[in-house]
């Protein structure tokens, strides 16, 4: 009776792709002029990164004047409410985030984020969230982060699995309807 061999086979697990990182270059107040203005040679210039097309598109322009007006009623929101997501280490600018302000009285900052339609899908959500969390963290005035998301976008309400956040509430916004609200504290215990 021959005995059989056994043969070892090494499953290895399909590859997976690497979790993305982001870094955030401001965009003042003049980046922003020269975007409403069409202007993108003049914005990728100021900034030093490839601001891409969608940086035009009426998608994201609102924002733009949203942040302008809210920058000229009181130029604390500068340094706080819009910077470009660029992807470490390509070098590519995948969207946009900041807080819809520096922290309020009670220390709550409210994060604000989107991604360029040719990157979705890819965790650069995910990676921004991340990012505005540790900003929120550095800041000792920060002591809570919301987010406000409308009940029917899936994408953003998968964003922010697993972050920490809690449903406290909804509210509704003029612009946005109905909205859910999350919460969970700047920094960790």
Not at 7 to 36: D, G, N, W
Request: hydrophobic share 45%; charged share 20%; glycine share 6%.
């Amino acid at each position: 009776m021959k005995c059989a061999r056994a043969r070892h086979v090494m499953i290895s697990a399909m590859p997976q792709q690497p979790t993305p990182s982001v870094r955030f270059v401001p965009l003042p107040p003049h980046v922003l002029e020269a975007l409403l203005a069409g202007d993108l040679v003049a914005a990728r210039t100021a900034t030093g990164v490839p601001l891409s097309e969608w940086f035009l598109s009426d998608e994201i322009t609102w924002l733009w004047r949203m942040r302008l007006d809210q920058i000229a009623a009181d130029p604390r929101f500068a340094d706080w409410i819009v910077r470009a997501a660029v992807s470490v280490p390509d070098g590519v600018v995948i969207g946009a985030a900041g807080f819809h302000g520096p922290p309020d009285e009670a220390g709550m900052v409210e994060i604000s984020y989107s991604t360029d339609p040719a990157y979705r899908r890819r965790g650069y959500a995910k990676a921004m969230v991340t990012e505005l969390l540790r900003w929120a963290a550095a800041e000792p005035s920060a002591v809570t982060v919301r987010a406000s998301i409308s009940p029917e976008n899936a994408a953003s309400l998968a964003s922010i699995a697993g972050f920490g956040f809690t449903h406290v509430g909804e509210q509704w916004d003029e612009e946005d309807g109905r909205e859910l609200l999350f919460e969970r504290p700047a920094r960790s215990t």
